[in-house]
């Protein structure tokens, strides 16, 4: 097979990956050239943030533990304040997306360098990617300085994430990948990593529901989210992304479970424009169907895979879908104005958890 054309650009970050490597945070900071690091947190897990801080001992400047989904711009702001007051001169982010993209935002702003130690799967610590959420629309952005200039990956951390959000979690990694599998700006680099990481994570997840503990298959799944992540950040995404935006940001749903919910249905929409991609995604999930396996994964490992499910009503989906196609990405499919009834049939499914068609 002939090689296309294509443009790589590779991050500047670096990644300690392994069972244990939480013992090299103070190497890290030091590293990043940093005295002073404020630790984020959500509140439920204010005490991996102070475990965080004990370890950086003198080298940890407080802990903001109000980290929360999507971003609010109110918390961002005053994070950068709390930052800012403390005299910090880096970030250090455990958690999952929430706490990660509360970094990125403070970040965004003070030009703070961030060290994410990721605790779910969601991938965000790997991208120049935020987002803040105002007045009820989420908007994401990218730009170079919210990348995390350190990435610390300690399977051990994640023995404790709950089976349901391990599986939710892992799904939203796959998600990252499936898409960059078909983005405009592709390259064989990213489709490498694509495939390997939807397989990690793939294998991962039925073993972690067996054995929560299981350190191969944590080690797995956070190995299989990097690469899922790294996707994410080099490449463009597409239909499936803005959907979960959409529903995410204008109605509050749950992120990793709308990405759950809503992928198998935007991978069906998108099989006939992209052949390639879901032949390589079938392939990674050992189905004969990408969008068919993916519904599967989510549902025989007890993932929810209906949108009324997480809280998502009926009323609200012919808005949902105006928003959607209002100011659409780029998909292989079109989905703009004129698709509004497609979308809307698609969220219709999503939305009882039929079968992806």
């Given at each position: 097979?002939?090689?296309?054309?294509?443009?790589?650009?590779?991050?500047?970050?670096?990644?300690?990956?392994g069972p244990?490597?939480?013992?090299?945070l103070?190497?890290?900071?030091?590293?990043?050239?940093?005295?002073?690091?404020?630790?984020?947190?959500?509140?439920?897990?204010?005490?991996q943030?102070?475990?965080?801080?004990?370890?950086?001992?003198?080298?940890?400047?407080?802990?903001?533990?109000?980290?929360?989904?999507?971003?609010?711009?109110?918390?961002?702001?005053?994070a950068?304040?709390?930052?800012?007051?403390?005299?910090?001169?880096?970030?250090?982010?455990?958690?999952?997306?929430?706490?990660?993209?509360?970094?990125?935002?403070?970040?965004?702003?003070?030009?703070?360098?961030?060290?994410?130690?990721?605790?779910?799967?969601?991938?965000?610590?790997?991208?120049?990617?935020?987002?803040?959420?105002?007045?009820?629309?989420?908007?994401?952005?990218?730009?170079?300085?919210?990348?995390?200039?350190?990435?610390?990956?300690?399977?051990?951390?994640?023995?404790s994430?709950?089976?349901?959000?391990?599986?939710?979690?892992?799904i939203?990694?796959?998600?990252?990948?499936?898409?960059?599998?078909?983005?405009?700006?592709?390259?064989?680099?990213?489709?490498?990593?694509?495939?390997?990481?939807?397989?990690?994570?793939?294998?991962?997840?039925?073993?972690?529901?067996?054995?929560p503990?299981?350190?191969?298959?944590?080690?797995?799944?956070?190995?299989?989210?990097?690469?899922?992540?790294?996707?994410?950040?080099?490449?463009?995404?597409?239909?499936?992304?803005?959907?979960?935006?959409?529903?995410?940001?204008?109605?509050?749903?749950?992120?990793?479970?709308?990405?759950t919910?809503?992928l198998?249905?935007?991978?069906?929409?998108?099989?006939?424009a992209?052949?390639?991609?879901?032949?390589?995604?079938?392939?990674?999930?050992?189905?004969?169907?990408?969008?068919?396996?993916?519904?599967?994964?989510?549902?025989?490992?007890?993932?929810?895979?209906?949108?009324?499910?997480?809280?998502?009503?009926?009323?609200?989906?012919d808005?949902?879908?105006?928003?959607?196609?209002?100011?659409?990405?780029?998909?292989?499919?079109?989905?703009?104005?004129?698709?509004?009834?497609?979308?809307?049939?698609?969220?219709?499914?999503?939305?009882?958890?039929?079968?992806?068609?």
């Open positions: 097979m002939s090689v296309a054309s294509f443009a790589y650009t590779s991050q500047p970050q670096t990644v300690v990956f244990g490597s939480l013992q090299h103070g190497r890290e900071i030091d590293a990043l050239g940093a005295k002073r690091a404020l630790v984020l947190s959500t509140p439920e897990q204010r005490t943030a102070e475990r965080v801080a004990d370890l950086l001992g003198a080298q940890a400047a407080g802990i903001f533990d109000r980290a929360v989904m999507h971003v609010p711009i109110e918390t961002a702001r005053e950068r304040e709390v930052a800012r007051r403390l005299g910090a001169d880096c970030a250090v982010a455990i958690g999952g997306g929430s706490t990660t993209g509360l970094g990125k935002a403070i970040a965004l702003d003070s030009g703070l360098p961030i060290l994410a130690i990721p605790t779910t799967y969601a991938g965000s610590e790997m991208t120049p990617i935020f987002g803040l959420t105002e007045a009820g629309l989420k908007k994401t952005g990218k730009d170079p300085r919210v990348l995390p200039r350190t990435v610390i990956y300690d399977p051990e951390l994640s023995r994430l709950p089976v349901g959000l391990s599986v939710t979690s892992g939203n990694a796959i998600a990252h990948a499936a898409e960059g599998l078909y983005a405009k700006d592709g390259n064989p680099v990213m489709d490498l990593m694509a495939e390997e990481g939807i397989a990690a994570i793939a294998r991962a997840l039925p073993a972690i529901r067996r054995s503990e299981d350190i191969e298959a944590r080690s797995d799944a956070l190995y299989g989210a990097w690469l899922c992540g790294s996707v994410l950040g080099n490449v463009g995404m597409a239909l499936h992304h803005k959907l979960c935006h959409v529903l995410g940001g204008s109605f509050d749903l749950p992120h990793a479970e709308v990405h919910v809503v198998p249905h935007a991978i069906a929409f998108n099989a006939e992209a052949p390639r991609a879901m032949a390589r995604i079938a392939k990674a999930l050992g189905s004969d169907d990408a969008a068919r396996g993916l519904q599967a994964l989510a549902r025989d490992n007890g993932a929810p895979t209906a949108l009324k499910d997480i809280g998502m009503k009926e009323a609200e989906l808005r949902a879908a105006e928003i959607a196609v209002a100011n659409p990405y780029w998909n292989p499919r079109p989905f703009g104005p004129a698709e509004r009834d497609a979308i809307r049939a698609m969220l219709q499914r999503a939305f009882e958890g039929a079968p992806p068609r």
